[in-house]
């Protein structure tokens, strides 16, 4: 169903035209009927409508004005115009923008109904080019080869969560299930003399690759041949290397070191062979977990500086040059925004879970010392951001001269320094939320006393009120609607049409002269908000409380 709103200043007009179709028949649901423009306004903000049927000549705010305010805020909304004969040519020359049909009154039923299944059929249309899922699957398939290969240089240059991996993963159509991974890097061997250098990048005016870049696509197509042929993973160019991840379908974490390792000696001894070119190969640490892929990836870029000591055309084992080194624990960008996210917005149940997960991988590595303070210090210093970032005193919170830093080494057991943390983390994101709804409240309680000072000017716009508390219109309408259960303009009104009783009950002054007392630049207006609020006129009400 289309939503859809009538309006035209005749009740009797507005109950013909209802009368004359079976809107839901099709495909219509009337949402609301107003009088004027402005009325149609205030329902077009709560509807949202996909068509509005509108009269021209209209109090208060007229078809054509209305058209053009409904193109500026809802430029989706199909307008209507309903035009007497001696105005048609006058309502296509000022409406340009969101009117799809002028309809000459009076307007029988069969034409109304050609009219709105026009205007549906352009509305599905529109609709069904949107939500075309054959224009998207064609769209997704010749992008996917580029998606793909962005995603597995985000894989092994970041640490992703292993849920998002394995979602995308799939996507991709990458096989990502194993017991175990390894990153290897291929690096060509660039051995040219200085009476081959025409052969770095292309062919100068040609745009034809020159003979080592034919070498690089060569070594990348005998890489993914031998992977393939032993089962060993996934292969791709990332920038002029070919990155390998080995993804073990083994129990035996040394079997599958083994097979990975001879396999990347294949690649190394058949490139000798068939290439122009011989290649070195970096093999990084073993982990368990695919999110660590990162982790054996920079491990590999290691294994390959050692080149420069044991020369080029070989296979080099990180594990065998450093095979005393520890895991690396780090605290990356990853681990920070989840940190801060979880302070500033989460619960405590969400902080909690957040510094339990960064605490686990410090209790189940084994990384040196050195590390383990590194990784601690960063995780009090992002604290320590948040607080500055959000104008935190911290005195306030632990008390004067309070140094984390210090207070660190006070400890013995890594779950003591996770409950600390922790506790700290509560604390901080307690103050913030206090803060953050102590500030609503102030904005709020400031813009309820703008209006009660204010409400006398008939210029008085969300945007200007909000120029006057710095906030934008969108968070502004937002909170203020959330603490009070009801719109400013809402508010405004209440206010004015409180002041208006008073002046009504009180003083002699006459209606026009209220009006503008009250923030009515329009008497007419003000009499008609004044009826619709309290069911009777200025007059009638001054008359019912004379003594």
Request: glycine letters at 4%; charged letters at 30%; a negative charge.
């Amino acid at each position: 169903m289309y939503k859809l709103i009538l309006v035209d200043d005749e009740q009797e007009v507005r109950e013909g035209i209802l009368k004359k179709v079976e809107w839901e028949k099709y495909g219509f649901d009337i949402v609301g009927q107003a009088e004027n423009g402005r009325e149609a306004l205030e329902i077009a903000e709560r509807t949202d409508p996909d068509v509005v049927i509108t009269d021209i000549k209209m109090p208060f705010m007229d078809g054509i004005r209305l058209s053009e305010e409904l193109s500026r805020r809802f430029p989706t909304t199909k307008v209507i115009i309903l035009t007497g004969f001696d105005e048609f040519e006058y309502a296509q020359k000022a409406v340009k923008l969101n009117v799809v049909e002028y309809v000459l009154k009076p307007v029988s039923a069969n034409e109304l109904v050609e009219i709105l299944s026009r205007v549906k059929l352009l509305i599905d249309e529109e609709k069904a080019r949107k939500e075309d899922i054959n224009t998207l699957k064609e769209y997704y398939v010749k992008s996917l080869p580029i998606l793909r290969e962005k995603f597995m240089t985000t894989l092994i240059t970041n640490k992703l969560h292993r849920s998002e991996i394995m979602e995308k993963a799939q996507s991709y159509n990458l096989d990502l299930n194993g017991n175990g991974f390894m990153v290897s890097v291929v690096s060509l061997d660039y051995n040219l003399s200085a009476e081959d250098g025409e052969h770095k990048g292309l062919n100068e005016g040609s745009g034809v690759p020159n003979e080592m870049e034919l070498i690089k696509v060569s070594a990348l197509n005998l890489c993914s041949e031998i992977a393939a042929k032993n089962e060993l993973g996934i292969v791709f160019l990332q920038d002029d290397k070919i990155v390998i991840i080995a993804v073990s379908k083994q129990d035996s974490a040394e079997q599958f070191a083994v097979n990975t390792v001879n396999t990347l000696e294949e690649i190394r001894t058949s490139a000798e062979k068939y290439l122009k070119s011989t290649v070195t190969i970096g093999i990084g640490t073993f982990c368990t977990e695919v999110n660590e892929l990162s982790s054996s990836y920079k491990a590999a870029l290691s294994a390959l500086d050692y080149r420069i000591v044991l020369g080029n055309n070989r296979t080099i084992w990180i594990a065998d040059i450093e095979p005393q080194a520890v895991e690396k624990i780090t605290f990356d960008e990853l681990k920070e925004r989840a940190l801060m996210s979880s302070i500033k917005v989460g619960t405590e149940a969400e902080i909690g879970e957040t510094i339990d997960n960064l605490f686990k991988e410090v209790i189940e590595i084994k990384a040196s010392i050195k590390d383990y303070q590194i990784y601690l210090l960063e995780i009090l210093t992002t604290i320590t951001k948040i607080a500055k970032n959000s104008n935190v005193d911290m005195d306030d919170i632990f008390g004067n001269n309070y140094n984390f830093f210090v207070e660190l080494y006070k400890f013995n057991d890594i779950n003591e320094v996770k409950s600390w943390v922790k506790d700290i983390a509560l604390k901080l994101s307690n103050y913030i939320t206090k803060d953050r709804q102590d500030t609503v409240k102030l904005i709020v309680r400031q813009a309820k006393d703008y209006a009660k000072e204010n409400y006398n000017d008939s210029e008085i716009t969300i945007n200007k009120i909000c120029e006057h508390l710095h906030i934008s219109p969108t968070y502004f309408s937002l909170i203020f609607k959330r603490e009070t259960k009801t719109t400013f303009i809402n508010y405004l009104t209440k206010i004015r049409m409180e002041a208006a009783k008073e002046l009504l009950r009180t003083t002699d002054k006459k209606t026009f002269e209220i009006a503008e007392k009250v923030g009515y630049s329009e008497p007419n207006y003000f009499s008609y908000s004044f009826k619709k609020n309290f069911g009777i006129s200025p007059s009638e009400y001054r008359n019912s409380h004379k003594v």
